[in-house]
Antibody
Framework: QVQLVQSGAEVKKPGSSVKVSCKAS????????ISWVRQAPGQGLEWMGR????????NYAQKFQGRVTITADKSTSTAYMELSSLRSEDTAVYYC?????????WGQGTLVTVSS | EIVLTQSPATLSLSPGERATLSCGAS???????LAWYQQKPGLAPRLLIY???SRATGIPDRFSGSGSGTDFTLTISRLEPEDFAVYYC?????????FGQGTKLEIK
């Protein structure tokens, strides 16, 4: 049984960066893709990007190009999503999900609040 | 990118009734790579249906998916109290993966 456990809630200032982690257990971490999805308060789901840990290759939604970096550490089965130049509109719950085309396992979500 | 439009935005029904949720795509979804998720307040989305019509592990058979090309449907045959939630469709046939804006299924 795959389990994805994310890091805790964060409060950040505008202009700063945040790095959210997603630790996987069960399954073989290197063999699957991890995607990141965010959800602003009361809004829908928005795909941000993904990484294939075994290759270390990431790709990003155009909207976030240049601001988001997704990485993975195979030794600890952990994926990371770093978002920079934060603004108030980035306040959201950020989810990681196992991306085997469809998203069958999700982390519990990490609330990132951007406020001065 | 493929834009998914879900209808209706809100659906008000009673337990025991049949629910039909629609998802329309701005272009054909490759290989029917379309999924449906259920989300309850404060929780992560839960996969219900993948590849347009395959039920995920542990999903009751009152949930069914159909469609191809640009038109897809999620049907809940007889609503149970725990089915009242928000439902999202997602296409994963082309990058970027995109989601619909959601349908809120509420108790009438």
């Amino acid at each position: 049984q795959v389990q994805l456990v994310q890091s805790g809630a964060e409060v950040k200032k505008p202009g700063s960066s945040v790095k959210v982690s997603c630790k996987a257990s069960g399954g073989t971490f290197s063999s699957y893709t991890i995607s990141w999805v965010r959800q602003a308060p009361g809004q829908g789901l928005e795909w941000m990007g993904r990484i294939i840990p075994i290759l270390g290759i990431a790709n990003y939604a155009q909207k976030f190009q240049g601001r988001v970096t997704i990485t993975a550490d195979k030794s600890t089965s952990t994926a990371y999503m770093e978002l920079s130049s934060l603004r108030s509109e980035d306040t959201a719950v950020y989810y990681c999900a196992r991306d085997g085309r469809f998203y069958d396992y999700w982390g519990q979500g990490t609330l990132v609040t951007v406020s001065s | 990118e493929i834009v998914l439009t879900q209808s209706p935005a809100t659906l008000s029904l009673s337990p025991g009734e049949r629910a039909t949720l629609s998802c329309g795509a701005s272009q054909s979804v490759s290989s029917s790579y379309l999924a449906w998720y259920q989300q309850k307040p404060g929780l992560a989305p839960r996969l219900l249906i993948y590849d347009a019509s395959s039920r995920a592990t542990g999903i009751p058979d009152r949930f069914s998916g159909s469609g191809s090309g640009t038109d897809f449907t999620l049907t809940i045959s007889r609503l149970e109290p725990e089915d009242f939630a928000v439902y999202y469709c997602q296409q994963y046939g082309s990058s970027p993966h995109t989601f619909g804006q959601g349908t809120k299924l509420e108790i009438k």
